[in-house]
């Protein structure tokens, strides 16, 4: 199974709102729910939202995720330096019976 | 509080095999799924497969089916990943995480693995 696509890079100024997407198809994102992770360099990944737009507790209300038929996107408004991060999609995928990935985008902040 | 912490970092020969261990707390070991994520250096997330605390059932990507046993011990609340038949492909951080048949929520801190003649 073919990981779910993201675009590799996405930037913007501070202040802006960006929004990163995510393409699966109907085994995965059709049928299940999205989770968005932020990695920061040398950490562990970080859940940002799950059930495709709750956050965790802790998670800034500028994180916000929604989801469409087989695709989803992380919007994240009031960019700050802070938010340079790589961004993952995920969702469980019927097959293999696992969780599917996408190829992570590199958010920079200009 | 959910902690996974993972054993240290390894540096292996080509050919060998690997074990990383994950020991969790905070939380009912046997009431979620031990996945197992793997990064290459510069790259993505990669899946590698499951275990199921309750039972020991496990399920594994494809790419790792033969080369990779996972198992965990419910007395310790440890689970265990190895990795055998090691190439220098399989350099990389490799991180244990608590999930369901859905999601991961809690990752461990994440182990490299070296692979290095």
């Known amino acids: ?110 | 509080q959910v902690q996974l912490v993972q054993s240290g970092a390894e540096v292996k020969k080509p050919g060998a095999s690997v074990d990383v261990s994950c020991k969790a707390s905070g939380y009912t070991f046997t009431h979620y799924y031990i996945h197992w994520v793997r990064q290459a250096p510069g790259q993505g997330l990669e899946w590698m497969g499951w275990v199921r605390p309750t039972s020991g059932l496990t399920n594994l990507a494809q790419q790792f089916q033969g080369r990779v046993t996972m198992v965990r011990d419910t007395s310790t609340d440890t689970a265990y990943m190895q990795l055998s038949s090691l190439t220098f492909h399989d350099t990389a951080v490799y991180y244990c995480a608590r999930g369901t048949m859905g999601a991961i929520d809690y990752w461990g801190q994440g182990t490299l693995v070296t692979v290095s003649s």
Do not use: H, M
């Not at chain 1, 802006?16 to 049928?31: D, E, K, L």
């Not at chain 1, 859940?47 to 507790?57: A, C, E, F, G």
């Open chain 1, 1 to 110: 199974q073919s990981a779910l696509t993201q675009p590799p890079s996405a930037s913007g100024t501070p202040g802006q709102r960006v929004t990163i997407p995510c393409f699966g198809s109907r085994s995965n994102i059709g049928s299940n729910t999205v989770t968005w992770y932020q990695q920061l360099p040398g950490t562990a990944p970080k859940v940002l939202i799950y059930n495709d737009n709750q956050r965790p507790s802790g998670v800034s209300d500028r994180f916000s995720g929604s989801k469409s038929d087989t695709s989803a996107s992380l919007a994240i408004s009031g960019l700050q330096s802070e938010d340079e991060a790589d961004y993952y999609c995920a969702a469980w995928d019927d097959s293999p019976n696992g969780v599917l990935f996408g190829g992570g985008t590199k958010l920079t902040v200009l």
